[in-house]
């Protein structure tokens, strides 16, 4: 249920994250922000997700959702690793199914806020073997959702609001010629070399190529929000509008 889901480690609030936590999940080769996984050997893009019985699942990328299902807009998360029975049935790897959150006969909200920096973390251990100090990580996750009735016992509605806000100095190592290797090459090659960043005194070396590591700035943006209004006609007639 949503309660115990909130209670499970996400680090970026998204409810494909619990994929990870299952037994016979391996890691695939990275996924941002839902994870690569396989499962069961299955490979990542052989996964399902569905929301409400209609099927999210990213089949451009191959791995992850279309659309973003944070926590807080989620009720419930259901998984199937492996031997999916008819139910399901339409990939050979894990069935994900969601049930997106709803009003209800009472008023619920939350509002939340999670937060990152280079100050709170370690540095990592690619930036340690180069001597580079940590760099600027600042990470800002919040938002709010709120549900209740506007008609009790027939209609009702639910809001949820995310927004995300990145600014991340990320090292990258790269390999280019060093100074015996410039001074080495003809003058019409010079030009293309000077193209090349300058590796620093003590660069580590391999033959004629040194390392050199930089860290550009990345800056993220994100907006989500989604509203949903349901109204019961009877025990067996509902209707949702969701945008």
């Known amino acids: 249920g949503g309660t115990e889901m909130m209670r499970l480690p996400t680090l970026q609030h998204d409810a494909t994250e619990l994929v990870s936590l299952q037994p016979g999940v391996q890691p695939g080769s990275g996924g941002f922000p839902t994870p690569d996984v396989r499962s069961a050997g299955a490979m990542d893009d052989q996964n399902t997700y569905t929301l409400d019985g209609i099927d999210i699942s990213d089949n ?10 944070p926590l807080d807009s989620v009720q419930e998360f259901d998984i199937g690793v492996a031997d999916p029975n008819s139910t ?9 199914a969601m049930v997106a959150r709803h009003g209800t006969n009472q008023y ?3 509002v939340y806020w999670y937060h990152q920096n280079d100050q709170l973390n370690a540095n ?16 800002n996750r919040g938002g709010f959702r709120v549900g209740g009735p506007i008609w009790k ?9 995310e927004g995300f ?39 580590p070396d391999f033959n004629g190529i040194a390392e050199v ?22 025990q067996r007639d509902s209707l949702a509008a969701i945008y």
């Open 213 to 234: 590591f930089s860290g550009p700035l990345q800056t993220i943006r994100e907006d989500f929000g989604n509203t949903r209004v349901d109204h019961i006609f009877s």
């Open 108 to 110: 619920h909200g939350a």
């Open 165 to 203: 806000r990145q600014r991340l100095h990320q090292t990258s190592a790269s390999f280019v010629p060093d100074a015996a290797s410039r001074a080495a090459a003809v003058p019409s090659v010079q030009p293309l070399l000077s193209l090349w960043p300058t590796p620093p005194p003590g660069a």
């Open 153 to 161: 016992g027939k209609t009702f509605f639910f809001a949820n609001y």
């Open 88 to 96: 399901f049935g339409r990939s050979s790897g894990a069935q994900i």
């Open 124 to 139: 990592p251990w690619e930036n340690n073997r180069a001597g580079i100090k940590r760099t600027e990580l600042k990470d």
């Open 60 to 69: 451009l990328v191959g791995n992850g959702t279309w659309l973003p299902v």
